[in-house]
C-alpha cells in the first residue's frame, strides 16, 4: 500500500490552500497553524535535497535524463520517511519526462487534484512570475512546458494548462479525486468535505468547519500580514491574493480571453470555464 498522497494541480490553482487545510484539520489546532508549517508539513517531488539524498554525485553533473531516472527513487525515499501518509505537493503533468514515467506507482497511495478557471490561473501566475499577462499565457499553451532547475528545486514537466489537466482527468479514477477551485470557494463545506470522504476520514461537522475557517482566504491574509510566507516570489507584494473568482474580468483584455479560450476551450468546457460571450 502507498503511502504518498499527491496534492497535484497546475500552478495557482488552490495547492497550498488545500494543504494548509489539511494540516489544521489534522492537528485540530484550536488557532491556525503558523504559516512556516506548511514547509515543514509537507514536501514537493521536485526540491533537490531529496535528489542529493538518493545521488551523491555533484548535482552540477545531473543530466535531465538523471533527474527522470531519480524521481522514484526520491519518491521511494520520502515514502520511507513515515509510517504515516505523506501529502505531497506536485505541479508536475501525468505525462513521461525524458521517456520514464514521473510517478511511481508502488508508493503512491492517492492523488487530490485541483483545477482552476485558466483564465484566473493566467491572472494569479503572471504576478506571481511578476511577467507579463501574453508571457503566461504562451506558457500555459506550451506542450511539454519544462520548468527550469533552480538552486532549490530540479526540473520537471509542468507542461500547457490544457495537457496539464487532461494527463490527470481524461480517464476517471477511483484514486484520483479531481475538485475545482470555484467549488471550493463558493461551498468549502461540500468540497473540502468531499476531501475528507475521498480520504475516508470521518470528520466531525464542527472540526470540518474549524479546519476550513483556519484556512480562510481572510485568515491566510491575516497570518502573512504578520508573519509572511517563504513560498510568496520576489515578484509578489503577497502570496494570498483575493483568492476570488473571475479575477480576470477587467484584467484580461478581449484578444487575452480569447487566446486561452481557443486554446484550451475543449477542457474551459469540462469545467464549466468557457465565459458566456466567448461560447462558440
Not at 159 to 182: C, D, F, L
Amino acid at each position: 500500500m502507498g503511502k504518498i498522497v499527491w496534492i497535484a494541480s497546475y500552478p495557482k490553482s488552490g495547492n497550498t490552500w488545500v494543504r494548509i487545510f489539511l494540516f489544521n484539520l489534522f492537528l485540530e489546532s484550536p488557532e491556525p497553524l503558523p504559516l512556516s508549517d506548511v514547509s515543514r508539513m509537507s514536501t514537493s517531488d521536485t526540491i533537490l535535497r531529496w535528489y542529493k539524498e538518493v545521488d551523491d554525485r555533484d548535482p552540477a553533473t545531473w543530466t535531465t535524463e538523471d533527474i527522470a531516472d531519480m524521481r522514484p527513487k526520491v519518491q521511494r525515499h520520502l515514502a520511507s520517511l513515515t509510517d504515516e501518509p505523506m501529502f505531497t505537493k506536485t505541479h508536475a503533468a501525468l505525462v513521461l519526462m525524458a521517456g520514464r514515467q514521473p510517478f511511481d506507482m508502488e508508493v503512491t497511495a492517492a492523488a487530490i487534484y485541483l483545477v482552476r478557471n485558466p483564465l484566473d490561473v493566467a491572472v494569479s501566475y503572471a504576478r506571481h512570475g511578476g511577467v507579463p499577462f501574453d508571457d503566461i499565457i504562451q506558457v500555459m499553451s506550451t506542450p511539454n512546458h519544462m520548468l527550469p532547475r533552480t538552486d532549490a528545486l530540479v526540473e520537471f514537466v509542468q507542461g500547457g494548462w490544457t495537457q496539464h489537466v487532461m494527463s490527470w482527468t481524461r480517464e476517471p479514477s477511483p484514486a484520483i479525486h479531481v475538485v475545482r477551485y470555484e467549488d471550493m470557494v463558493a461551498d468549502p463545506m461540500s468540497a473540502f468535505g468531499g476531501i475528507c470522504a475521498f480520504l475516508r476520514l470521518e470528520v466531525p461537522p464542527e472540526s470540518l468547519e474549524q479546519a476550513i475557517s483556519h484556512a480562510s482566504i481572510d485568515t491566510l491574509r491575516r497570518l502573512e500580514s504578520e508573519q509572511g510566507f517563504n513560498e510568496r516570489s520576489a515578484n509578489q507584494e503577497r502570496f494570498f491574493g483575493e483568492g476570488g473568482v473571475d479575477s480576470w474580468r477587467g484584467v484580461l483584455n478581449d484578444n487575452q480571453v480569447r487566446q486561452i479560450v481557443s486554446r484550451h476551450g475543449r477542457q474551459m468546457a469540462r469545467f464549466g470555464y468557457v465565459p458566456e460571450r466567448f461560447q462558440a
